[in-house]
């Protein structure tokens, strides 16, 4: 019997050798845990709380807090024990911030009234001051073989060969100009990577060229896990969407000269460079046009609102997609109002109200079988997307009519 009561006292001994340990541990928590404002090339900015091997990573993602409050993405890496928290668009240099890493108690009625100890840290987003802008900039010209133009103030990527431009694309992300503004200046392609890691960042960068120091061009960003990057600033990559990235990539060569300004005047862009489906304006004329080509024939279709992005993502964002053309070069273009479904024969007529108006014909399965007849083009018929098919209200039907003369 006393043998029997001394296993229960070394038992219930222990279990308090266990639940002081484990107090001791929560109570002394503040020396294990550490918290850091950093500026990693790639996410801008970042918080990180470094925990001991021993904390559960649910208590850890739960512990962390930022004030004032600000929109952005928490990110756990588990060999490091780090807690990650990027701020979507960068943290307000006017602001100072309070990080505080808060471990909740265990649950329990004996533990309920002990306050744990907390880790905190103030900081503030440096400022860098944005340059100056005249009206006398320099942008660089280069006649022959190939360069990269980046337009930092347009957000538009350029490539010219030969001194003409053969493509255009938005830029997804630039440096916080508050904070690390992308380098400026006139730089080459210096290596070129399918895939690069950024080790300090925990981060991949698809179809990646670096052109200065740690400064690259790249696709989205994402996480070891695949999802990807939330930030919309870089601390000074270029990002481009992802499949633009990889046509850029493919279109470059190593030596490629790379062209950074922040020119407040838009590129203008050649009419031979603009390709099939591409939207486009005249310098001084805000009316935008969806581009079809076929052969030798020209045809442009008036864009009247930017959900256009939404019925074709390609198109998106709508205003950076823009090619800007000198006055008078769509002069050559056919303005056509016609459209029509994939598959489907009946043609219909957009009017400027954003009406659509069946074209009433001979034959009861469509006119698109009596177009050729009548003198019109076929390619003139724009085919559609469903989205944009429906966004036109019915408007009474029209009759085909031979073509003008």
Same mark, same amino acid.
């Given at each position: 019997?006393?043998?029997?009561?001394?296993?229960?006292?070394?038992?219930?001994?222990?279990?308090?050798?266990?639940?002081?340990?484990?107090?001791?541990?929560?109570?002394?928590?503040?020396?294990?845990?550490?918290?850091?404002?950093?500026?990693?090339?790639?996410?801008?900015? $970042?918080? !990180?709380? =470094?925990?001991? #091997?021993?904390? %559960?990573?649910?208590? &850890?993602?739960?512990?962390?807090?930022?004030? @004032?409050?600000?929109?952005?993405?928490?990110?756990?890496?588990?060999?490091?024990?780090?807690?990650?928290?990027?701020?979507?668009?960068?943290?307000?240099?006017?602001?100072?911030?309070?990080?505080?890493?808060?471990?909740?108690?265990?649950?329990?009625?004996?533990?309920?009234?002990?306050?744990?100890?907390?880790?905190?840290?103030?900081?503030?987003?440096?400022?860098?001051?944005?340059?100056?802008?005249?009206?006398?900039?320099?942008?660089?010209?280069?006649?022959?073989?190939?360069?990269?133009?980046?337009?930092?103030?347009?957000?538009?990527?350029?490539?010219?060969?030969?001194?003409?431009?053969?493509?255009?694309?938005?830029?997804?992300?630039?440096?916080?100009?508050?904070?690390?503004?992308?380098? $400026?200046? !006139?730089? =080459?392609?210096? #290596?070129?990577? %399918?895939?690069?890691? &950024?080790?300090?960042?925990?981060?991949?960068? @698809?179809?990646?060229?670096?052109?200065?120091?740690?400064?690259?061009?790249?696709?989205?960003?994402?996480?070891?896990?695949?999802?990807?990057?939330?930030?919309?600033?870089?601390?000074?990559?270029?990002?481009?969407?992802?499949?633009?990235?990889?046509?850029?990539?493919?279109?470059?060569?190593?030596?490629?000269?790379?062209?950074?300004?922040?020119?407040?005047?838009?590129?203008?862009?050649?009419?031979?460079?603009?390709?099939?489906?591409?939207?486009?304006?005249?310098?001084?004329?805000?009316?935008?046009?969806?581009?079809?080509?076929?052969?030798?024939?020209?045809?442009?279709?008036?864009?009247?609102?930017?959900?256009?992005?939404?019925?074709?993502?390609?198109?998106?964002?709508?205003?950076?997609?823009?090619? !800007?053309?000198?006055?008078?070069?769509?002069?050559?273009?056919?303005?056509?109002?016609?459209?029509?479904?994939?598959?489907?024969?009946?043609?219909?007529?957009?009017?400027?109200?954003?009406?659509?108006?069946?074209?009433?014909?001979?034959?009861?399965?469509?006119?698109?079988?009596?177009?050729?007849?009548?003198?019109?083009?076929?390619?003139?018929?724009?085919?559609?997307?469903?989205?944009?098919?429906?966004?036109?209200?019915?408007?009474?039907?029209?009759?085909?009519?031979?073509?003008?003369?």
């Amino acid at each position: 019997m006393l043998a029997f009561v001394k296993k229960i006292a070394l038992f219930f001994y222990a279990l308090f050798i266990v639940a002081v340990l484990g107090l001791l541990a929560f109570f002394s928590l503040g020396m294990f845990i550490h918290l850091s404002y950093r500026t990693p090339q790639e996410l801008g900015e $970042e918080v !990180v709380a =470094t925990f001991p #091997s021993w904390m %559960p990573e649910v208590i &850890a993602k739960n512990s962390l807090r930022i004030s @004032p409050a600000v929109e952005g993405q928490s990110v756990w890496f588990e060999n490091e024990r780090e807690l990650h928290f990027i701020p979507t668009r960068g943290f307000d240099p006017a602001a100072a911030y309070h990080a505080t890493v808060s471990i909740a108690p265990p649950s329990s009625p004996l533990l309920a009234q002990l306050t744990f100890p907390t880790t905190t840290l103030t900081f503030q987003s440096p400022f860098v001051p944005t340059p100056s802008k005249t009206e006398n900039f320099y942008t660089p010209k280069i006649e022959q073989g190939k360069f990269i133009d980046i337009n930092l103030e347009k957000m538009r990527m350029t490539l010219f060969e030969d001194g003409k431009a053969v493509k255009s694309y938005p830029l997804a992300a630039k440096g916080n100009p508050k904070v690390a503004p992308t380098r $400026e200046g !006139v730089f =080459t392609v210096l #290596s070129k990577e %399918p895939r690069h890691f &950024a080790l300090r960042e925990h981060l991949w960068m @698809p179809w990646s060229m670096q052109f200065s120091g740690d400064y690259f061009i790249h696709g989205w960003p994402y996480w070891p896990d695949g999802v990807p990057l939330k930030s919309t600033y870089s601390a000074g990559c270029v990002r481009l969407q992802t499949p633009d990235a990889r046509e850029v990539f493919n279109w470059a060569d190593k030596g490629t000269a790379v062209a950074v300004h922040s020119t407040p005047a838009y590129l203008l862009f050649p009419e031979a460079s603009v390709q099939d489906g591409d939207l486009v304006r005249e310098i001084g004329d805000y009316r935008v046009y969806v581009v079809k080509k076929a052969g030798a024939k020209r045809f442009k279709r008036h864009v009247t609102t930017e959900q256009f992005s939404e019925w074709y993502p390609q198109l998106a964002p709508f205003t950076r997609r823009l090619n !800007v053309l000198e006055p008078g070069a769509l002069s050559s273009y056919t303005l056509s109002r016609w459209i029509r479904l994939e598959g489907d024969a009946h043609v219909y007529e957009v009017d400027d109200t954003n009406k659509k108006h069946e074209l009433e014909c001979a034959s009861s399965s469509g006119c698109l079988a009596e177009w050729t007849k009548t003198g019109w083009d076929m390619d003139e018929v724009y085919v559609v997307s469903k989205k944009e098919f429906n966004f036109y209200k019915n408007g009474k039907g029209k009759e085909l009519k031979p073509l003008r003369t």
